[in-house]
């Protein structure tokens, strides 16, 4: 996960909710449900919340950090909707009615989880551990072979691919600077921010 600023709601939102005092998400039109989700990728600089793919607005959807059981009053509510992706029993998908004991709101979502060059994340405190296995994003390859193998593919490239020797730390730490920096399109690479976390710990 990467941490994510959210921002004013897009204008699209705050409309239909001043002609729709009283209503919920479930009430919602396409419109403001599309705008939405585009501003939330823009947020994200066009990463899944979670898992970091790479996402686009009809590859992606409105997904409720608090679910919208657990905070009916809150469906409406932009600083509580990141964009997830539609993988099935992954994410979102799988998040469903779950409480979310660490989210990509805290800052500490970026230091609770330890990703490993097989691709495989790890969760550092009891309520990573939790987060990881309610969003199923691999603590195993029992649970996600697919997500750890497509991690450990892009971590291999990233790393080998540019001819990178791990002892130099200032070479790892451009590659890390370059890695969080969005590019002219204001996105990162896909898994940027998990290859950001393996390189940290390489660093250390």
């Not at 291999?156 to 920096?181: F, K, Q």
């Amino acid at each position: 996960m990467r941490k994510i600023t959210k921002g004013l709601e897009p204008a699209a939102l705050t409309q239909w909710k001043r002609a729709h005092p009283r209503s919920r998400y479930s009430d919602l039109t396409h419109e403001p449900s599309r705008s939405i989700r585009q501003a939330c990728i823009e947020e994200q600089y066009g990463l899944c919340a979670y898992c970091c793919h790479e996402i686009t607005v009809d590859s992606a959807h409105n997904e409720h950090v608090v679910a919208q059981k657990i905070a009916p009053a809150r469906t409406l509510d932009f600083s509580n909707i990141v964009a997830s992706c539609k993988r099935p029993k992954q994410c979102g998908d799988a998040h469903k009615h779950q409480a979310l004991p660490l989210t990509a709101l805290m800052d500490e979502c970026e230091i609770e989880l330890k990703f490993y060059m097989s691709g495989r994340v790890e969760g550092l405190t009891p309520r990573a551990t939790t987060t990881i296995q309610v969003l199923n994003l691999g603590d195993r390859h029992e649970n996600n072979r697919t997500l750890i193998n497509t991690r450990k593919y892009l971590l291999d490239a990233l790393i080998y691919g540019v001819d990178l020797e791990l002892e130099n730390i200032e070479r790892l730490s451009c590659l890390m600077e370059e890695l969080s920096r969005p590019d002219a399109n204001n996105r990162l690479k896909p898994f940027a921010p998990v290859l950001v976390n393996v390189i940290r710990q390489l660093s250390a």
